[in-house]
């Protein structure tokens, strides 16, 4: 199994900074197979990117991922209100789907 | 645009079955290239999958549940259902049904999610 380690843990910053989140694989992951979600109190998660770069339909373009083999990044690159939540990232491979367990961007 | 809902048992006696099922609307859940999948989130912990069916009828689960999960689909009603025997209150979490996309698996769209506790 594909275990995805997120860091920070917890990420504080202020609305119109830019926020960097890591996920970093324990074995190779195809691009094909990396997702992001952002999830917001008692609501499910919402797909954000697909395919390590793709952004999901109605998704604003300040939220971009990049990455390859082992590690992934969703970057924000202007927070707005909104923004501040729970974001996860999501891999299939070698028929196991796992998710991270999760960065919490907060306001400072 | 298709939409998922969850229903069943809010509380589960342990040691019984949890029931649950999906419904999808806004789309037929007879279509190739989707798989229709359950993932549950244990209170303020993080995502766990649970297993697919695809419309065939062909189900995948979690090695690590497989022995208690059974994931079943109607076509004719346009649900799916999950069926996870013998729980405990390890099992307490909430239960999501989402669409998984074959072409790279990530999941798209959730239903909202329904919290089973399981106690007696």
């Known amino acids: 199994e594909v275990v995805l380690t997120q860091s920070p843990g917890t990420l504080s910053l202020s609305p119109g900074e830019r926020a960097t989140l890591s996920c970093r694989a324990s074995?190779?992951?195809?691009?094909?197979?990396l997702a992001w979600y952002q999830q917001k109190p008692g609501q499910a998660p919402r797909l954000l990117i697909f395919g390590a770069s793709s952004r999901a339909t109605g998704i604003p373009d300040r939220f971009s991922g990049s990455g390859s083999g082992t590690d992934f990044t969703l970057t924000i690159s202007r927070l707005e209100p909104e923004d501040f939540a729970v974001y996860y990232c999501?891999?299939?491979?070698?028929?196991?789907?796992?998710f991270g367990q999760g960065t919490k961007v907060e306001i400072k | 645009q298709v939409q998922l809902q969850e229903s069943g048992p809010g509380l589960v006696q342990p040691s019984q079955t949890l029931s649950l099922t999906c419904t999808v609307s806004?789309?037929?859940?007879?279509?190739?290239?989707?798989?229709w999948s359950w993932i549950r989130q244990h209170p303020g912990k993080g995502l766990e999958w649970i297993g697919f069916?695809?419309?065939?009828?062909?189900?995948y689960y979690n090695p690590s549940l497989q022995s208690r999960v059974t994931i079943s689909i109607d076509t004719s009603e346009n649900q799916f259902s999950l069926k996870l025997s013998s729980v405990t209150a390890a099992d307490t979490a909430v239960y999501f049904c989402?669409?998984?996309w074959g072409t790279g698996h990530w999941f798209d769209p959730w239903g909202q999610g329904t919290l089973v506790t399981v106690s007696s």
């Open positions: 074995q190779s992951v195809g691009s094909s197979y």
């Open positions: 999501q891999q299939y491979g070698s028929s196991s789907w796992t």
């Open positions: 989402a669409r998984d």
């Open positions: 069916i695809y419309f065939s009828g062909s189900t």
């Open positions: 806004g789309g037929s859940i007879n279509t190739a290239g989707y798989y």
